[in-house]
């Protein structure tokens, strides 16, 4: 197992803005595909539903255009008590587009807020 994954992604139309370039909100889909390709690689899928984002934050440094073929890189960053933080970058070739992270909670009972991972997850997330 390991705590990174990777996935290829190409800018489609519906990823661009009026300006041409690709919108900000494509990183966010792309950050969570690579974060499903990740949890599956841990075995940990079923955490969908039960994690919420509770930050996200991107720093936009280069600018896709349509076509542009794309590499997304994702790993955990640190594991917490009740949360995970994931690290992301976007790169066309050698160019890092974009890096940011995101933050979940653990909380597969919505009315409790986030709990301690339990420690299998906790152990699959730390390897």
């Given at each position: 197992?390991?705590?990174?994954?990777?996935?290829?992604?190409?800018?489609?139309?519906?990823?661009?803005?009026a300006?041409?370039?690709?919108?900000h909100?494509?990183?966010?889909?792309?950050a969570?595909a690579?974060?499903?390709?990740?949890?599956?690689?841990?075995?940990?899928?079923?955490?969908?539903?039960?994690?919420?984002?509770?930050?996200?934050?991107?720093?936009y440094?280069?600018?896709?255009?349509?076509?542009?073929?794309?590499?997304?890189?994702?790993?955990?960053?640190?594991?917490?008590?009740?949360?995970?933080?994931?690290?992301?970058?976007?790169?066309?070739?050698?160019?890092?587009?974009?890096?940011?992270?995101?933050?979940?909670?653990?909380?597969?009972?919505p009315?409790?807020?986030?709990?301690?991972?339990?420690?299998?997850?906790?152990?699959?997330?730390?390897?």
């Open positions: 197992m390991t705590t990174r994954a990777a996935i290829r992604r190409s800018v489609d139309w519906q990823d661009t803005d300006a041409g370039h690709y919108h909100s494509t990183v966010v889909r792309w969570e690579a974060e499903a390709a990740l949890l599956e690689e841990l075995g940990l899928i079923g955490l969908f539903g039960t994690i919420p984002r509770v930050r996200y934050e991107a720093n440094l280069s600018r896709l255009w349509f076509r542009d073929v794309v590499d997304i890189g994702i790993r955990i960053g640190e594991v917490g008590r009740t949360s995970v933080t994931y690290v992301f970058e976007v790169r066309r070739g050698d160019t890092v587009a974009v890096h940011g992270r995101m933050v979940m909670v653990n909380a597969p009972d009315s409790r807020g986030a709990t301690p991972w339990p420690q299998d997850v906790r152990d699959r997330l730390s390897v």
